[in-house]
């Protein structure tokens, strides 16, 4: 059925679609209060119909004038206005924010792009003023603010995605309730509860038709569906900034199909680098069966007739705001200031900034520091690690234990380590001005990101920004401006930005050993290396900004969605298993009426029908056929008008053994190599005789991946061999798949075969047989017996049988085929076909077949003579 997505004023008062779309630039002020919208024109949009031109009117492929981005907080700064007149509060926006400096990066380059903003304020804003605060925000910063209750936000923030998903993220199982909590289901339901307010407040500014839709982050992951849902042709794109676990570690998760399928419903989800977008897909493959594949360097998903794109791309830093800090009269103070404290004592400062939490490893730094202080005596009294240890996001017991941990680490340390006048380690807890972390940034001869595991980290970034300066900065530090600039990296491995900071020295953070080993590396590394590996960095980071970043995501959202007005919509499944299929405007469902009138009006029926995963299901154990199939069949094929035909790969011995009670049926084996009109017909070859001497060349080589594919099997058949693994694990069956049709085509190059895959399979068969063959076959057959088929039905599930549609369809309007025939080529299951016609399931082909089958029996018993 058609999910039509916000068509009429009734569905928009219910509450299940909205027409806001177009309404969006004339809403005087958010909407707070559901209901009909005054002034709301219902028929001035229609997202899904059966229509093929629907959507035609969609700018879609106009220039991008406006994206709605949403995340978890605005990059908003409410204060607290003292008692009096107007509004208790006073706003301005977060100069930190990613959000903003995304806006701030890309407008030049987007043409002046409008972006609106959705998401929650830092401060808790009593429902009394929750309106006039929403107009304030609307009108002043285009943001339009979620307002969550307090029991909510602290069960959905605090509660499931600081207690459940950011720790799983990053690789933490809750073995005990002590490490993470167990899963608790009321947590998951509040996520749930605010991710919808969330796409309430989306539904509130949104025009649909021309709006893209930009979601940030795991807080709002089940976000699309809601929005998928009232909107089938939304261009949505999410990127998540926090790692992706292996599917070892997501499979985990109770609800972890919701949140794949959730995700799934964005055009493009972003990771910041492969490991995160491989994982992700990994588990889309083992928990879902999905498949992807890369075209002209885009890796895609099919997910029911759409394509979902998978970017991967790092975030950068605002170039701009980074300079302007950097030419701070306030930062040059700070420098010099630093300069005096660590270099006109002759020491060299490394430097840590890291949130105070439990994945950052600030401990293990430590170690690794105290480490090198014993191995390098004449490191004491010269090297000082100073580590900005910024308030941890989160809350909790574990951050408490880090901070405490943290602290009397630093202690012994100085005790053990320190001298007059000299502390080896400097923690500084207490919250830092940014041009106050610049500074450090800018005299640090070492930045050191140990984090055990981080979703990217800019710091790194800002740091080699900072060390390249600029010529006040390199006045301070008494550097000619012909000095070359330097800087040095020890990263962990486990953080987003190490692939892109190739000259960085990248370390297993656990090892405390070969931190230490990389810290003294760094130290003594010689001047012009240090040079190099800056620069290179410099380059890098300088050209891949946020700005860079933002607008090649958005460019790619909008290739994605350009062929959303092409493609006709149905919105299927409930709660967060719903998906849309999106299919070609002439792929219609077979409408079991329309063939019932054609198969009554018409003399000379040709019916061809694949067998597994048409008539029988794909996952049945037993893959004989029914009682009620065999008499099906037959009761068909005692029409005198009918031919019909089963297509099958099995083996001609099989599919004689299973269907010896049908005596007229025709059937075609091994994928039409054989061929036989009817049970006491001999078997018949559509090609000239196979020579199969092929065979102990290609079985040696599937018989070594049998052995080394758990899960795998071959079946030899008279004329071709397949190796399947359906039952083996689908990534490694996959990769094996690849590496033996490669191998395959390697050995057999000058053999008469054709070495083919499909879904979990590798087939090695005679060139030139198809099914395709079988129906030119039947039709050449029909036209010399005559008269001219004027009915023709062909229904599969699989790429093979697509060499039949394609036959069939072609044959329309040619000398085959009576010039007013009925043709129907019919695919199992919704998706792109060479068909036009679907049906859902095998159970659906059963029961049209068995409609046919009773007006057959109608006319026949119609025709017997009264007694």
């Known amino acids: 059925m058609v999910s039509r997505s916000y068509s009429n004023l009734l569905e928009l008062a219910s509450g299940e679609s909205s027409s806001l779309g177009r309404l969006s630039r004339r809403i005087p002020r958010v909407v707070t209060a559901s209901g009909i919208v005054p002034g709301l024109d219902s028929s001035s949009s229609s997202s899904d119909t059966d229509d093929a031109d629907a959507g035609s009117s969609s700018s879609s492929s106009g220039p991008r004038d406006r994206t709605i981005i949403v995340a978890n907080q605005l990059p908003i700064r409410a204060h607290r206005r003292p008692s009096g007149r107007g509004c208790g509060w006073t706003f301005s926006w977060d100069e930190d924010s990613l959000l903003l400096q995304l806006k701030d990066s890309i407008g030049v380059r987007a043409g002046g792009m409008e972006f609106i903003y959705v998401g929650c304020l830092r401060d808790e804003i009593p429902p009394c003023e929750q309106d006039e605060v929403s107009q304030i925000l609307l009108e002043t910063f285009k943001c339009v603010p979620t307002f969550l209750a307090p029991d909510l936000l602290s069960r959905f923030y605090h509660g499931f995605c600081k207690q459940h998903l950011w720790p799983l993220f990053h690789y933490m199982l809750p073995l005990s309730a002590e490490l993470g909590g167990r899963f608790d289901r009321s947590l ?8 919808k307010v969330f796409a309430d407040k989306i539904l509130e500014v949104i025009s649909p038709d021309d709006d893209f839709v930009w979601v940030h982050d795991y807080h709002l992951m089940i976000l699309p569906t809601f929005l998928r849902k009232r909107f089938n042709r939304v261009k949505l794109g999410f990127f998540l900034h926090s790692p992706f676990p292996s599917s070892e570690i997501y499979r985990t998760l109770p609800v972890r199909e919701e949140i794949l399928r959730s995700l799934l419903n964005s055009d493009l989800i972003g990771f910041h680098t492969f490991d995160y977008a491989r994982h992700f897909l990994s588990c889309c493959s083992r928990m879902l069966g999905l498949t992807y594949e890369s075209k002209r360097g885009y890796i895609g998903l099919e997910y029911y007739g759409r394509t979902v794109s998978i970017k991967i791309l790092p975030v950068g830093i605002h170039m701009g705001q980074l300079k302007s800090v950097l030419s701070l009269p306030e930062t040059e103070m700070k420098v010099l200031q630093l300069i005096k404290q660590f270099s006109g004592q002759s020491r060299t400062m490394l430097l840590g900034v890291d949130d105070m939490d439990i994945f950052k490893g600030i401990s293990l730094k430590l170690l690794a520091f105290e480490q090198l202080l014993m191995q390098h005596p004449e490191c004491r009294g010269k090297v000082v690690l ?14 408490e234990e880090v901070q405490v941990e943290s602290h009397a680490m630093a202690k012994r340390i100085n005790e053990a380590f320190g001298q007059s006048g000299y502390e080896p380690v400097i923690m500084i807890d207490k919250p830092l001005q940014f041009y106050e972390r610049v500074a450090y940034y800018v005299v640090a001869e070492c930045c050191l990101v140990t984090a055990v595991r981080d979703g990217m980290n800019l710091i790194p970034y800002e740091y080699i920004i900072s060390r390249q300066g600029n010529e006040t900065l390199d006045h301070a530090l008494g550097l000619s401006p012909s000095t070359m600039k330097k800087s040095m990296l020890v990263v962990s491995e486990f953080i987003g930005c190490s692939p892109s900071l190739s000259g960085a020295i990248r370390v297993n953070p656990w090892n405390i050993d070969a931190v230490a080993d990389a810290m003294d590396s760094a130290l ?10 800056h620069e290179k960095h410099y380059r890098y980071v300088s050209t891949h900004d946020v700005g860079y970043w933002a607008n090649s995501f958005l460019q790619d959202l909008e ?11 149905w919105g299927i499944g409930f709660g967060l298993g719903f998906r849309v299929v999106a299919l070609d405007p002439n792929f219609r469902k077979l409408a079991m009426e329309h063939i019932v009138s054609a198969y009554r009006r018409t003399r000379t029926r040709a019916i061809l029908m694949d067998y597994d995963g048409t008539l029988m299901p794909q996952a049945s154990i037993d893959k004989s056929p029914t009682t009620r199939s065999i008499e099906i069949l037959n009761r068909l094929c005692r029409d005198k008008n009918n031919v019909v035909f089963l297509v099958s790969a099995r083996s001609r011995s099989t599919l004689s053994e299973w269907f010896s009670p049908c005596e007229i049926l025709g059937m075609a084996a091994e994928h039409g190599y054989f061929l036989r009109l009817r049970r006491d017909a001999e078997w018949e070859t559509c090609v000239p005789v196979a020579d199969c001497s092929w065979k102990p060349i290609a079985e040696p080589v599937m018989r070594l991946y049998t052995e080394t594919t758990d899960g795998s099997t071959i079946e030899d058949k008279e004329t071709s061999l397949v190796w399947s693994y359906e039952d083996a694990d689908p990534d490694f069956g996959s990769c094996q798949a690849k590496e033996l049709l490669d191998h395959l085509e390697s050995v057999l190059a000058n053999e008469p075969v054709s070495v083919k895959s499909g879904q979990n399979y590798v087939e090695v068969k005679p060139q030139g047989v198809s099914k395709g063959l079988v129906a030119q076959r039947l039709l050449s057959t029909m036209r010399k017996r005559g008269p001219l088929p004027d009915f023709v ?40 076909s060479k068909a036009k016609y679907y049906l859902d399931d095998t159970a659906e082909i059963v029961r049209l077949m068995q409609g046919l089958a009773s007006v057959s029996q109608q006319s026949a018993l119609s025709l017997v003579p009264p007694h």
């Open 559 to 569: 290739r994605t969605c350009q062929d959303h007005v092409r493609k006709r919509c």
């Open 793 to 832: 039905l062909c229904i599969g599930d699989d790429r093979s049988d697509e060499d039949m549609f394609e036959v069939i369809t072609g044959a329309v309007n040619g000398p085959a085929l009576s010039p007013s025939a009925d043709v129907f080529a019919c695919t199992v299951g919704r998706k792109p």
């Open 188 to 195: 998951w339901q509040a996520y749930v509860s605010a991710n």
């Open 524 to 533: 003594e590394m010689p001047e012009p290396e240090k040079q190099l590996r």
């Open 386 to 399: 100073v580590q900005i240890a910024n308030p941890a996001r989160g809350k909790g017991k574990d951050v």
